[in-house]
């Protein structure tokens, strides 16, 4: 039983790293994908960024174009006004004059509106430039560790995949069993006993137990957790060991 415990112990121990590199395995690639996904993302804020800045830009020129119109027609109204001597179509003409400032300063009101908003966008979109180059690189970065993680981890699983194979050939079948159902359950099947209590889900064990775990003749289960109860050799007392 002692040298079965040790070897389940072992198992055990190679379970954990086996899981720890199959996580890894696992973990990678949506990391990757992750990355991938917020770069699609930015993609496409600074596309739609862009042709807002585009779409605001040509407004802005029509509006400088209008402004000129309305500027020249103002000038040439204002010339016209010299000349005219009838009272009737001088104050016609004024009035003119007027509406035609009054549309001009609306228009230079929106073409500051436009300027503003065509600068705040450019600031943006600088941003999500920026923001899109430091995706880029950490997608790369990211895919580099992956493949570099894989193939180790691929590696270390063939090492680990072939001891557990040796060692589960040495284990009886029925211990090998319990243990693969409470792992199944718990995550680890193997609880070592530390000053008397489980130190997997930390019951007090009761003493008579405690001291068949030391003893190492027969499989003790963990009354609380189920668990295969082990203690190490440095942590059994002595007299236990004279017992056997
Ligand atoms: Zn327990």
């Not at 389940?8 to 590199?21: A, F, M, S, T």
């Not at 990678?28 to 992750?34: F, G, M, Y």
Request: charged share 35%.
């Amino acid at each position: 039983m002692k040298e079965q415990l040790a070897l389940l112990e072992k198992l055990q121990g190679i379970d954990i790293q086996i899981d720890i590199h199959e996580k890894d395995l696992a973990r990678l690639p949506l990391e990757v994908q992750d990355i991938a996904r917020n770069l699609v993302g930015l993609r496409r804020e600074v596309a739609e960024t862009r042709d807002r800045l585009q779409t605001t830009e040509l407004t802005l020129r029509k509006n400088e174009q209008d402004l000129a119109v309305e500027q020249e027609k103002i000038k040439r109204s204002e010339r016209r006004l010299l000349g005219i001597k009838n009272q009737k179509e001088y104050n016609a003409l004024t009035r003119e004059v007027n509406l035609g400032k009054k549309v001009a300063g609306e228009i230079e009101d929106a073409i500051l509106k436009l300027m503003s908003e065509i600068e705040n966008d450019r600031k943006i979109l600088e941003h999500k430039e920026t923001e899109y180059a430091d995706f880029e690189k950490s997608l790369l970065e990211k895919k580099a560790e992956a493949e570099t993680i894989d193939t180790g981890a691929k590696k270390a699983l063939r090492v680990l995949n072939s001891a557990k194979k040796r060692l589960t050939e040495a284990i009886e079948r029925d211990y090998l069993k319990r243990y693969e159902n409470v792992r199944r359950v718990r995550g680890n099947a193997i609880a070592e006993t530390l000053n008397g209590t489980c130190n997997e889900c930390h019951i007090s064990l009761p003493p008579q137990l405690n001291i068949r775990v030391f003893k190492q003749e027969e499989m003790i289960i963990c009354p609380n957790c189920n668990r295969i109860l082990y203690a190490k050799p440095e942590n059994i007392p002595e007299y236990n060991k004279m017992e056997e």
